[in-house]
């Protein structure tokens, strides 16, 4: 295969996987004209129309679904021979791509940065935060993390923190206002503060428990977000009652008296952050070296 060959389909895959071709251009280091002339040239020597492509969005084709399929391994098998042999010197290098929910992003990722870094200055960090559920194959990623209920059955799973907790906050000023819910179904009669599934832009239905059968409500407010920040803000400034897990930084807004749990003896808790990646997938020094980073093994 000649050198020209090669970028076109490095080119092509990366587009598919990113959905995009600034983000492809960006991640080849080629401007967005250039990455369109080399597909053109790939098309064009095919035969056959590999994209389509929108004003809003780029997929494959038939033709480039079956092309995909056939040359994304290779390149993956690749990418793992030049980590093993990188691997074999002694020093972590390359890059590593993670892709996270945002309360694993700023609860676990965030505050080991430095500290991953000073450890291992030549390995780039790639963090993609998304709590839409993205498929980790194929966006080329090495690993990714979710609440473990979300987990896929073919997988690799650590576990990096216990079950996580569900808490209904609300201001003092809100309660004074509009009184305190002791069930849940006095929640219709209330202002909640909800958030939208991204998976299917769907509402979520407040889950709760009650002598251990679980029951779900449908909530109404002022506000409806997919962002824990935006939700815990109008909980904080006195919109309505918001439910949110409490390691998203509600338990010291707790202790601080700024915000009080109601509801807690219907509250949930949800399986714990998990990193996970293929079974099949060899697994990366540098991604050992990452998940020891955030589990606090690599501390003297």
């Excluded at 590999?50 to 809003?56: E, F, K, S, V």
């Excluded at 010197?89 to 929910?101: F, K, S, V």
């Excluded at 576990?159 to 069930?183: C, E, F, H, Q």
Aim: hydrophobic residues 45%; proline residues 6%; charged residues 20%.
């Amino acid at each position: 295969m000649r050198g020209s060959e090669f970028a076109e389909l490095k080119a092509f895959v990366a587009i598919v996987e990113r959905q995009s071709f600034a983000r492809a251009a960006e991640y080849l280091g080629l401007s967005p004209s250039a990455l369109s002339q080399t597909i053109r040239q790939l098309e064009a020597r095919l035969g056959v129309r590999l994209l389509n492509r929108t004003t809003r969005s780029v997929a494959p084709s038939a033709h480039g679904e079956r092309l995909y399929r056939r040359v994304a391994p290779l390149f993956q098998e690749m990418a793992v021979a030049v980590a093993e042999a990188s691997e074999a010197t002694g020093q972590l290098g390359g890059t590593l791509r993670i892709n996270t929910p945002g309360i694993a992003a700023r609860t676990l990722i965030a505050p080991r940065l430095a500290r991953f870094h000073q450890a291992h200055p030549n390995v780039l960090l790639d963090i993609v935060v998304d709590d839409a559920l993205a498929d980790i194959v194929r966006g080329r990623f090495d690993a990714g993390i979710r609440v473990g209920g979300r987990l896929e059955k073919d997988v690799v799973a650590v576990r990096l923190t216990p079950d996580l907790n569900m808490i209904a906050v609300a201001s003092p000023d809100y309660l004074a206002r509009r009184g305190t819910p002791k069930t849940p179904a006095e929640l219709q009669h209330h202002a909640c503060i909800n958030w939208r599934l991204q998976m299917d832009g769907r509402p979520y239905r407040w889950e709760f428990q009650e002598r251990g059968h679980p029951l779900e409500v449908a909530v109404d407010g002022p506000v409806i977000t997919n962002h824990p920040d935006i939700g815990i803000a109008a909980a904080l400034q006195g919109l309505g009652i918001a439910y949110h897990f409490e390691r998203e930084g509600v338990g010291e807004l707790l202790a601080q008296g700024r915000l009080v749990q109601v509801l807690a003896d219907w509250s949930i808790s949800r399986p714990g952050l998990f990193l996970y990646y293929p079974n099949r997938q060899y697994r990366p020094a540098a991604l050992s070296a990452f998940i020891d980073c955030l589990l606090d093994r690599d501390l003297p």
